[in-house]
């Protein structure tokens, strides 16, 4: 066994280098405190929180976040981002003759079809035997059908214009 | 939970008494948070370094290190007393440390801590890497992570045990009861560990 101690010296001599790496400092002063923390709030060892969940399952946000902490410069870039991200949207939503046209054009016609319609619906109806009427309560009232014929609310409508 | 008289810290000046290890444990397993919190102390330094030097990651080694503590408090009741708490605490962190990285098999990533000061001047470090580079903190940086590149291609139990013998110190028969195996078997897996680091860091080693 001692034979093979001497091959491995120079590997334990390297493997020294392991000793050497802390963790940050200050580490060990909290740790103990957050252990207890943690089962003071019940924590069966999963994350305690939702915040947690996220970051659990979100692990960009959290390197995003520590990246923060590092380095306050990428936070700087992070909100300058933001902001001009926010600025684009106030921009482009003030921007009114690209939408707002069509739908100006697609209201008119509507109008104009209304207008035209009650008094060409109602010569209609009384060749068809409909009870026309302005009055809402008496218009929705269904007529007996008097030689068999099926009689409804919802007739087919056409506009022809040749007046047979 | 049941707080009882306080424990007297071995940092103290005034009181230095320390406190036996076996009673700290009595009051820890009736719920006394103060005497756990003791030996959380006792043992932390070690307990994270081995799972540091396992995953070679430190968030992962805090992570790991504190629900092994948390996990140890709640099943303390069924601590018998068979063996140390301190070789106790240890199956469950090495136990916790091996389930982990069977789950993160193939994601990998190395997040290690920075040097101590006392490398830079580690004469058997400094003579494995003067003839090599130029600057010395490059070298040492670089030399970390093919160490710790060549640890992680061990397997578990193989780097376990190199972890616990040529980086911790400790004895074979203290490896054997936190492995719950025989001796001969830490004695083999140990050799054939470092043969294996051995070709792997050939480079470092001529």
Redesign the interface.
């Known amino acids: 066994m001692n034979e093979h101690e001497n091959n491995f010296e120079s590997l334990r001599r390297l493997l020294v280098l392991k000793r050497h790496e802390t963790p940050p400092p200050g580490y060990f002063n909290y740790f103990s405190s957050q252990v207890l923390q943690r089962i003071r709030a019940g924590d069966t060892g999963k994350s305690a929180n939702w915040l947690e969940d996220l970051f659990g399952q979100a692990l960009w946000l959290e390197k995003l976040l520590q990246a923060f902490d590092v380095k306050p410069v990428f936070a700087s870039a992070f909100a300058g981002a933001l902001c001009l991200l926010l600025f684009l949207g106030i921009i482009y939503a003030e921007r009114p003759e690209i939408t707002s046209q069509p739908l100006l054009q697609a209201a008119t016609t509507t109008t104009s079809l209304a207008a035209v319609s009650p008094v060409s619906l109602s010569q209609s109806a009384d060749q068809t035997g409909i009870v026309s009427s302005t009055d809402p309560v008496l218009s929705l009232q269904p007529v007996a059908s008097l030689f068999g014929q099926q009689n409804s609310l919802a007739q087919p409508v056409s506009f022809s214009p040749s007046g047979n | 939970?049941i707080m009882s008289a306080p424990v007297r810290r071995t940092d103290d000046s005034e009181t230095p008494a320390p406190v036996d290890e076996e009673s700290l444990v009595r009051r820890a397993r009736r719920g006394d948070?103060e005497a756990?919190?003791e030996l959380?102390?006792r043992h932390?330094?070690r307990i994270?370094a081995t799972i540091?030097?396992m995953t070679a990651n430190?968030e992962d080694a805090?992570d790991l290190?504190?629900?092994s503590?948390?996990?140890a408090?709640?099943a303390l009741k069924s601590f018998k007393g068979g063996s140390s708490f301190y070789t106790w605490l240890y199956r469950i962190a090495v136990n916790k440390t091996i389930n982990f990285l069977k789950q993160r098999k193939n994601r990998i990533h190395m997040s290690?801590?920075?040097?101590?000061f006392?490398?830079e001047h580690?004469p058997?470090?400094m003579a494995?890497i003067s003839d090599k580079t130029p600057r010395r903190e490059a070298g040492?940086a670089e030399?970390?992570e093919k160490?710790n590149t060549a640890l992680l291609k061990l397997s578990e139990p193989h780097r376990l045990v190199?972890?616990l013998h040529?980086?911790q110190g400790q004895s074979h028969e203290e490896i054997a009861k936190i492995m719950d195996c025989n001796i001969g078997t830490v004695?083999s897996r140990l050799?054939y560990a470092?043969q294996q680091?051995?070709a792997l860091?050939s480079d470092?080693?001529k």
């Open positions: 939970m948070l756990y919190d959380v102390r932390q330094e994270y540091y030097h430190h805090n290190a504190q629900e503590f948390i996990k408090f709640q290690l801590n920075d040097l101590d006392n490398a580690d058997d470090l494995l040492l030399l970390q160490l190199v972890v040529d980086v004695r050799f470092r680091l051995q860091l470092y080693l």
